[in-house]
């Protein structure tokens, strides 16, 4: 009977332990295996981790390296992939990691989806774009042509940068997860949702802060939080601005005035010389027409130079306002930029911020007193400056010229072209023939300084009187004859051949250059000094004369009747 009861105790016993070997199979068959489960911290070493799942019999082992070398604190919950429950020597198969990379891609399935940003940092450059930790070992690739919102012109620069990304593509393929994300969506979104706050916030009038970005010809461009800005060149200063460089540097943090928005253009002007008042407003206080002022030459352009009187008052001396008496080819020749002169403003428009200045006026205007200084009839010496088709111009002195016509050079030349005769820089004694200080103009002549050989022609050689020349040139119109004091005439065709039958042609082969001939005066005009010859008069005179003294030999009634007969004889001719 008691060998009973111990038998049957036994067997209870050994019931119970079956019992509860059931219950903790059933227990660890509760934990699923190949997905993320809760544990919580037991223990922590130098270089381990260890971790207690509810539901199974041992504590699972993780490397510290999987905590980015934080260590957990015991009592701490962490969430991990389990692969197996109990692998090698019995021990649960965990990953931290592999539960961060779960845990990371159902995310980004969700961000995909509903069109969410990540974070990730971008971490080398790869052909064609960049890699970027997306965080739980899972990388993925950004296209430089999506790696910013500009051109990306250092690919280096963004390399370590922490930002935001859209997730273009999420796909997996042999058990490889591929990721492309998009930087520059994600900065675009950004900028026009602060531009719109920009709008939507910011007055004209209203002072904002920004970023020196990017320089152009025009001015430069702000960045005010992703979205630009323009500070156009006229807006940096009210005074002139040749360089935008002179008044912001690139990447200097400034204030500015909003002084222009347009939110259907996308367009923000931002002004700096609107933090002072417009020296304009008070111009017509300080200045004053025909007063005189010192300004600094702050641009030369090809009509004249800008001349700043203070900052913001900038006038314009045009080139015909430079000197009174030089002719200014180009400014340069006067002033240079950053030159402090002394000027006269002529005129302004404040409405329209102009003012006229004259650097001439500041000095006596010399033609005012030049009919003082060279009356009529006054000798002098002069140098030779320019010579023309018409005459030349003499220097008086600096910026004084005067003009000699060549028919001024000589009394008897028939000068064709003044260089013939003078030269350039050559020394000449002039006399003045007019003085007009209205209209700036001297007149000076050569030959006024002898007197005039034709007065003495004109009294030697009245006409009908007769003279031996000298055949100086043969034109197709007549042949030129030079007196012996120098004066020169012409013999017209007409007058050269007593025979009418005999062509000009035929008769001027009978005279070369330097032939003595004797012809006969028929006109003279002094004050043109122009005289005319006639070798056929002449002839005619000479026939005359010859008659006359052949009948003055003869009887008295011959004479009478011959003398009768040649006036006859004369009448017909002509």
């Given at each position: 009977?008691e060998?009973?009861?111990?038998?049957?105790?036994?067997?209870?016993?050994?019931?119970?332990?079956?019992?509860?070997?059931?219950?903790?199979?059933?227990?660890?068959?509760?934990?699923?295996?190949?997905?993320?489960?809760?544990?919580?911290?037991?223990?922590?070493?130098?270089?381990?981790?260890?971790?207690?799942?509810?539901?199974?019999?041992?504590?699972?082992?993780?490397?510290?390296?999987?905590?980015?070398?934080?260590?957990?604190?015991?009592?701490?919950?962490?969430?991990?992939?389990?692969s197996?429950?109990?692998?090698?020597?019995?021990?649960?198969?965990?990953?931290?990691?592999?539960?961060?990379?779960?845990?990371?891609?159902?995310?980004?399935?969700?961000?995909?989806?509903?069109?969410?940003?990540?974070?990730?940092?971008?971490?080398?450059?790869?052909?064609?774009?960049?890699?970027?930790?997306?965080?739980?070992?899972?990388?993925?690739?950004?296209?430089?042509?999506?790696?910013?919102?500009?051109?990306?012109?250092?690919?280096e620069?963004?390399?370590?940068?922490?930002?935001?990304?859209?997730i273009?593509?999420?796909?997996?393929?042999?058990?490889?997860?591929?990721?492309?994300?998009?930087?520059?969506?994600?900065l675009?979104?950004?900028?026009d949702?602060?531009?719109?706050?920009?709008?939507?916030?910011v007055?004209?009038?209203?002072?904002?802060?920004?970023?020196?970005?990017?320089?152009?010809?025009?001015?430069?461009?702000?960045?005010?939080?992703g979205?630009?800005?323009?500070?156009?060149?006229?807006?940096?200063?009210?005074?002139?601005?040749?360089?935008?460089?002179d008044?912001?540097?690139?990447?200097?943090?400034?204030?500015?005035?909003?002084?222009?928005?347009d939110?259907?253009?996308?367009?923000?002007n931002l002004?700096?010389?609107?933090?002072?008042?417009?020296?304009?407003?008070?111009?017509?206080?300080?200045?004053?027409?025909?007063?005189?002022?010192?300004?600094?030459?702050?641009?030369?352009?090809?009509?004249?130079?800008?001349?700043?009187?203070?900052?913001?008052?900038?006038?314009?001396?045009?080139?015909?306002e430079?000197?009174?008496?030089?002719?200014?080819?180009?400014?340069?020749?006067?002033?240079?930029?950053?030159?402090?002169?002394?000027?006269?403003?002529?005129?302004?428009?404040?409405?329209?911020?102009?003012?006229?200045?004259?650097?001439?006026?500041?000095?006596?205007?010399?033609?005012?007193?030049?009919?003082?200084?060279?009356?009529?009839?006054?000798?002098?010496?002069?140098?030779?400056?320019?010579?023309?088709?018409?005459?030349?111009?003499?220097?008086?002195?600096?910026?004084?010229?005067a003009?000699?016509?060549?028919?001024?050079?000589?009394?008897?030349?028939?000068?064709?072209?003044?260089?013939?005769?003078?030269?350039?820089?050559?020394?000449?004694?002039?006399?003045?023939?007019?003085?007009?200080?209205?209209?700036?103009?001297?007149?000076?002549?050569?030959?006024?300084?002898?007197?005039?050989?034709?007065?003495?022609?004109?009294?030697?050689?009245?006409?009908?009187?007769?003279?031996?020349?000298?055949?100086?040139?043969?034109?197709?119109?007549g042949?030129?004859?030079?007196a012996?004091?120098?004066?020169?005439?012409?013999?017209n065709?007409?007058?050269?051949?007593?025979?009418?039958?005999?062509?000009?042609?035929?008769?001027?082969?009978?005279?070369?250059?330097?032939?003595?001939?004797n012809?006969?005066?028929?006109?003279?005009?002094?004050?043109?000094?122009?005289?005319?010859?006639?070798?056929?008069?002449?002839?005619?005179?000479?026939?005359?004369?010859?008659?006359?003294?052949?009948?003055?030999?003869s009887?008295?009634?011959?004479?009478?009747?011959?003398?009768?007969?040649?006036?006859?004889?004369?009448?017909?001719?002509?």
């Amino acid at each position: 009977m008691e060998q009973k009861e111990v038998e049957l105790n036994e067997a209870q016993d050994s019931s119970a332990i079956h019992a509860q070997l059931r219950e903790s199979i059933d227990s660890m068959g509760s934990v699923e295996e190949g997905r993320n489960v809760e544990g919580s911290v037991v223990a922590v070493t130098d270089d381990t981790v260890y971790v207690h799942i509810d539901g199974l019999p041992r504590d699972g082992e993780l490397r510290l390296s999987e905590f980015s070398g934080e260590k957990p604190e015991i009592g701490s919950k962490i969430t991990v992939y389990l692969s197996e429950s109990s692998g090698r020597h019995g021990l649960p198969v965990i990953s931290k990691q592999k539960a961060d990379e779960t845990r990371l891609w159902d995310e980004f399935q969700l961000a995909f989806k509903e069109k969410t940003p990540v974070t990730g940092t971008i971490t080398s450059v790869q052909k064609g774009g960049y890699n970027v930790d997306l965080g739980g070992g899972i990388s993925a690739f950004l296209p430089i042509s999506q790696a910013d919102s500009q051109k990306v012109e250092k690919e280096e620069k963004l390399v370590g940068l922490k930002a935001q990304f859209y997730i273009e593509r999420l796909y997996s393929s042999n058990k490889k997860r591929n990721v492309v994300v998009n930087r520059r969506k994600y900065l675009e979104q950004l900028i026009d949702e602060n531009r719109k706050k920009f709008f939507d916030e910011v007055k004209i009038g209203d002072t904002v802060k920004g970023t020196v970005k990017s320089f152009t010809s025009f001015g430069a461009f702000i960045d005010l939080g992703g979205f630009d800005g323009l500070l156009h060149i006229n807006d940096m200063s009210w005074g002139h601005v040749t360089r935008p460089k002179d008044f912001v540097k690139k990447g200097q943090e400034i204030e500015l005035k909003v002084i222009r928005l347009d939110p259907e253009e996308k367009r923000i002007n931002l002004s700096l010389k609107h933090f002072s008042e417009d020296p304009w407003v008070h111009f017509d206080e300080k200045y004053h027409i025909d007063e005189i002022v010192t300004g600094k030459v702050t641009k030369l352009c090809e009509f004249g130079a800008f001349i700043e009187l203070e900052e913001g008052i900038e006038g314009l001396a045009h080139i015909s306002e430079f000197s009174w008496t030089k002719k200014i080819n180009k400014p340069s020749d006067m002033v240079k930029e950053g030159d402090e002169v002394k000027c006269m403003i002529l005129g302004y428009d404040v409405q329209a911020g102009r003012v006229s200045l004259g650097l001439k006026q500041v000095t006596a205007n010399p033609w005012d007193t030049i009919d003082q200084k060279y009356p009529v009839d006054t000798k002098l010496k002069g140098k030779v400056v320019k010579i023309t088709n018409s005459g030349a111009f003499i220097q008086l002195e600096e910026g004084i010229d005067a003009f000699l016509a060549g028919e001024d050079l000589s009394w008897t030349k028939k000068v064709k072209h003044p260089g013939s005769e003078i030269k350039v820089d050559q020394e000449l004694d002039v006399i003045v023939l007019e003085c007009d200080p209205s209209n700036h103009r001297i007149r000076v002549g050569v030959k006024q300084l002898t007197d005039n050989p034709w007065k003495a022609f004109a009294t030697e050689y009245k006409a009908g009187s007769s003279l031996e020349g000298e055949v100086s040139s043969i034109q197709d119109f007549g042949i030129f004859v030079k007196a012996p004091n120098g004066i020169e005439g012409l013999v017209n065709k007409a007058n050269l051949s007593e025979d009418r039958e005999t062509p000009y042609e035929e008769a001027v082969k009978k005279y070369n250059v330097g032939d003595k001939v004797n012809v006969y005066v028929v006109s003279i005009d002094v004050e043109k000094g122009k005289v005319a010859f006639s070798v056929k008069e002449y002839k005619k005179a000479q026939a005359r004369a010859e008659i006359s003294q052949y009948m003055s030999s003869s009887n008295d009634d011959d004479g009478a009747y011959t003398i009768g007969d040649s006036l006859k004889n004369q009448k017909e001719d002509k």
